[in-house]
């Protein structure tokens, strides 16, 4: 059975960081593409990073050089490490293992951020 848990989410003020974590079970990140999605309330989710198998990044435009996606194989946990943060930031995040037609998603961890 694969798990995938999220934790690291919270409270912040602008301009302030963050490092969430997705650990994996029932599955291998290391030979999987991965991603972080969030969503708002009354909003469509939205992809905001992935990490292929092969190395290869991609940022939504919108928090392209404030955050950064990257994977620990040894531990199988992704991590999303969130700088700069606005208040638009807000929203569930979620992390998603894929490969072609399979993938899993998380279960979300809210990131507030608010003065």
């Known amino acids: 059975q694969v798990q995938l848990v999220e934790s690291g989410g919270g409270l912040v003020q602008p301009g302030g960081s963050l490092r969430l974590s997705c650990a994996a079970s029932?599955?291998?990140?290391?030979?999987?593409?991965i991603a972080w999605y969030r969503q708002a309330p009354g909003k469509q989710r939205d992809m905001v990073a992935i990490e292929t198998r092969g190395g290869m990044t991609i940022y939504g435009d919108s928090v392209k050089g404030r955050f950064s996606i990257s994977r620990d194989n040894a531990k199988n946990t992704v991590y999303l490490q969130m700088n700069s943060l606005k208040t638009e930031d807000t929203a569930v995040y979620y992390c998603?293992?894929?490969?072609?037609?399979?993938?899993?998603w998380g279960q979300g961890t809210q990131v507030t951020v608010s003065s």
């Open positions: 029932g599955i291998m990140f290391s030979i999987n593409d």
């Open positions: 998603k293992v894929f490969r072609a037609t399979m993938q899993y």
